[in-house]
């Protein structure tokens, strides 16, 4: 019987890459996989094949959400095809209500796999030492995004030790992720990180949010970030 043509690459173009075994044995301060044959590999590939090819090569997969306004996108999209998946929520402690409920109603209705981590130290402590959130260009607000995000972030990654980081990061949030790639390699947490919706636009984010029926919530607060186009460490983090 003739095998079925890979769904998730064109044929043509497919270069030859290490065998599944081989790659399963990396060692686990190197990539998953061959990264710059991926993002060849992938280049025009839409999220659910991006997802798909990355999670074959995985034994411990993990998904980070803010549970921001177009979260539910990239989680429904990940868990139509690996349900149990391990979901982390490093929950800052200063979301707002509507957050609260928005990520209630999301965890009930698809059923995560989550984890919560929540920082050391609780929003009225931080908020009484500093006065309320520090300046944001400030010695003080570096502290205070690596307490509530940053630290209970990379405890995450030290219980769970991911060796693949699916996260919602897009090229035209910033102009740091303008120059990531879908597939990437985080040397500080030792995990190779993949950005399934990387380029989409927001409005082809809503649409497939919309084509699902999936909520959105906008009543979005992040202490770390004074602007959406800034950066609020997780992905430019280095030790």
Request: proline share 7%.
């Amino acid at each position: 019987m003739q095998a079925a043509p890979n769904p998730i690459v064109n044929p043509d173009n497919l270069a030859t890459g290490p065998s599944s075994n081989s790659i399963m044995n990396m060692p686990s301060d190197q990539p998953a996989f061959d990264l710059d044959l991926a993002n060849r590999n992938m280049e025009g590939a839409n999220p659910a094949e991006i997802i798909r090819y990355a999670l074959q090569y995985s034994k411990r997969p993990m998904i980070s959400t803010s549970f921001g306004a177009h979260s539910a996108a990239l989680l429904h999209m990940v868990v139509e095809q690996h349900p149990d998946i391990s979901v982390v929520w490093a929950d800052s402690g200063y979301n707002t209500s509507a957050t609260y409920r928005f990520a209630d109603k999301l965890i009930a209705d698809l059923k995560l796999n989550i984890t919560i981590y929540v920082p050391a130290m609780t929003a009225a402590h931080l908020n009484a030492r500093n006065r309320g959130i520090p300046d944001a260009d400030s010695e003080a607000h570096k502290e205070f995004s690596r307490i509530v995000k940053i630290e209970p972030f990379n405890r995450a990654f030290a219980e769970l030790k991911p060796d693949l980081w699916l996260n919602g990061m897009r090229k035209e949030e910033t102009e740091f992720r303008k120059k990531q790639s879908v597939f990437t390699f985080d040397k500080s947490r030792n995990t190779t990180k993949v950005a399934p919706l990387f380029n989409l636009s927001e409005a082809e984010v809503e649409s497939y949010i919309a084509a699902h029926g999936l909520p959105m919530e906008y009543d979005y607060f992040d202490p770390t970030k004074v602007a959406p186009n800034q950066e609020c460490g997780l992905h430019t983090y280095v030790i």
